[in-house]
Each structure stands twice: as C-alpha cells, then as structure tokens.
C-alpha cells in the first residue's frame, strides 16, 4: 500500500462539499466515478423534455454545465482530483472553495422547480446599473467607477473628483469586476 493511501481516509458525509470542474460534457460519468470512490456527489440536472423528429424525451440537463459538486475534505482532495475526468476545483484566494451547505439545498430546490415547471432558469450577471466597478485590463486599468449599463459590453463611467466631471468609456465586460464591499 503507498503512503498516501495510508493517509487518506474514507470520504464522509462531514466533509464540506466542493465544486469539481470536469472534462466537458462529462458531469454525469464523473458524478458516478466519484460515487464509486466513496464520495457523496450532486451533479445539479434537471431532466428536461427534448423533442426529436420521431420522440418526446426527458433527458438530464447540467445546470452547471462542466461542474459536480462533491464532499472532499482537504486530505481526500488529492484522491479527488485524481478521479477521471476531473479538471480542477474551485478555488478562492489559492485554497478549495467551500460550498456551504445551505447553498447546496438552494439548488436541490431550484432542481426541483425546474423539473416541475419545465423551465431552465435565465443566468443572469451579478452586476447592475450604478455598481462600483474596477478595470481589470487594459489603458484603463486599476480605474474605478460606476456602471452605466450592460448590453454584450460594459459601459462604466468614470467619476475624476478633483475634476467634478465624468467621463463614460466602453469595455468589454470581461474588462471589468465589482468592487468589493467593505463591512
């Protein structure tokens, strides 16, 4: 037996849960290899109809496409990113993220909901007119401002206080991030 699999333990319901990103199109086969590792996953689809030529059929719908959701503590996340099929895990500031548990049952719910409406939710950006932004890229970066309006591109206003006046410049939206809110 190697080391590592000494040290690695059984996965438990007391883990916290993680998002996994997978090999496209591969949620479901990476759901199930995973399960068979001895993880409690949740791959978030909803069955759908989908109409062919000849039939009606409820097949599954990621609604994270490339994403499963599963129990990994931090000494089984080596164990779990060796599992075919995985591509990484979701990371914030260089560590796995956590999903918190409550947010895993908001999307049980949502899962729930959409299969009785039939209805896949819109994405939507969690930014809005008059949002505080920064400028990630570009001449224009580190520059704050407000956001004006979203259509395929970012309108963000820039406010020069000294000056009293604002200038508006148009970006990309993947040039610009929300700022983040103190207290």
């Known amino acids: 037996m190697s080391p590592a699999a000494v040290n690695v333990p059984p996965a438990s319901s007391h883990a916290p849960w993680r998002a996994l990103h997978t090999r496209s199109r591969s949620e479901r086969v990476v759901a199930g290899?995973?399960?068979?590792?001895?993880?409690?996953?949740?791959?978030?689809?909803?069955r759908m109809k989908r109409q062919w030529s000849d039939r009606v059929k409820r097949v599954p719908v990621p609604?994270?496409?490339?994403?499963?959701?599963?129990?990994?503590?931090?000494?089984?996340?080596?164990?779990?990113?060796?599992?075919?099929?995985?591509?990484?895990?979701?990371?914030?500031?260089?560590?796995?993220?956590?999903?918190?548990?409550?947010?895993i049952e908001a999307v049980r719910h949502l899962v729930r909901g959409i299969e009785e409406t039939g209805e896949?939710?819109?994405?939507?950006?969690?930014?809005?007119?008059?949002?505080?932004?920064v400028i990630t890229?570009?001449?224009?970066?580190?520059?704050?401002?407000?956001?004006?309006e979203m259509r395929g591109e970012a309108h963000v206003a820039i406010r020069?206080?000294?000056?009293?006046q604002a200038t508006a410049v148009r970006l990309d939206r993947g040039m610009v991030a929300p700022v983040a809110r103190s207290g």
């Not at 290899?33 to 909803?46: H, K, M, N, P, V």
């Not at 570009?138 to 956001?147: D, H, I, K, S, Y």
């Not at 020069?160 to 009293?164: S, T």
Request: avoid cysteine; aromatic fraction near 6%; charge should be negative.
């Open 160 to 164: 020069i206080e000294a000056l009293r």
């Open 137 to 148: 890229t570009g001449p224009f970066r580190g520059m704050m401002g407000a956001l004006l």
């Open 120 to 133: 896949l939710p819109e994405s939507v950006d969690p930014l809005s007119p008059g949002d505080r932004v």
């Open 63 to 103: 609604l994270f496409p490339g994403y499963v959701f599963a129990r990994v503590s931090e000494i089984q996340l080596p164990r779990a990113l060796g599992v075919a099929g995985v591509a990484g895990v979701v990371r914030s500031g260089g560590a796995a993220a956590v999903v918190r548990e409550d947010e």
């Open 33 to 46: 290899r995973l399960t068979q590792g001895g993880f409690e996953t949740f791959s978030a689809q909803a």
